[in-house]
Structures are given as C-alpha cells and as structure tokens.
C-alpha cells in the first residue's frame, strides 16, 4: 500500500503561484507513476499534470505553460507548481499514484493510490 498526503493549499489571489506537495509513504518503490488530477465544484474531475518513473512530464493541453510536476525522490515527495493563478483554478487538487508499468496517464482509472486531496482557492 501507499499512501499520499497533500499539501499547499489554501486561499490565494489571481495572478499569484502556488506550490502544492504530494508525500508519498508506505510501498514507494513500487510507484511507477504520479499525476495530479483537480476537481472544482460541478465540474469532472480533469488531469492536471503527471510525471513517470523516468521523469518524463506530461501536462494537460490547458494549463501547459503555467504548470510544473516534479518529483524529489529523496523525500518521496512529487511538486505541482502552478503559476498565474485564475478564478477558474479553484479545485480540490488531488495526487495519485500507479504501479502499473505502461499506463494512459491521462485516465484516473490508471492510479492505484490516491491523496484526500488539497483544497485551493482563487480569489479575485
């Protein structure tokens, strides 16, 4: 089992970065893969961002640019920092995390393990 905790949320204004933080601890060496998803209020829940055993990042068409996934192995921990915070970023951003070796990172069905997830609220 794994277990992911995140962290970094809170209230924050338009325009402002956020870094939010994804500790991993239990069965971390079987990860072969995190991504964080968001949910907001009424909306499906939608890829954010994911980075693979390797490094290798994937971003969702519509936040590249202002978004950036990394992994500190050394703390088991995998980083979302997003830049120019909008209105419409107001989500509960959630880390998930799979074991399978060759998986569509895009689909939530693809992770195993997923955080509570972290609460992030844009103001203007």
């Known amino acids: 089992q794994v277990q992911l905790v995140e962290s970094g949320g809170g209230l924050v204004q338009v325009g402002d970065s956020l870094r939010l933080s994804c500790a991993a601890s239990g069965r971390t060496s079987t990860n072969n893969g995190v991504a964080w998803f968001r949910q907001g209020s009424g909306r499906e829940r939608e890829l954010v961002a994911a980075i693979n055993w390797s490094g290798m990042t994937f971003y969702s068409l519509a936040m590249m640019g202002r978004v950036a996934i990394s992994s500190d192995d050394t703390k088991n921990t995998v980083y979302l920092e997003i830049d120019s915070l909008r209105s419409e970023d107001t989500a509960v951003y959630s880390c998930?995390?799979?074991?399978?070796?060759?998986?569509?990172?895009?689909?939530?069905?693809?992770?195993?393990?997923w955080g509570r997830g972290t609460q992030v609220t844009v103001s203007s």
């Open positions: 998930a995390a799979t074991r399978s070796g060759r998986y569509d990172y895009r689909k939530a069905e693809s992770y195993d393990f």
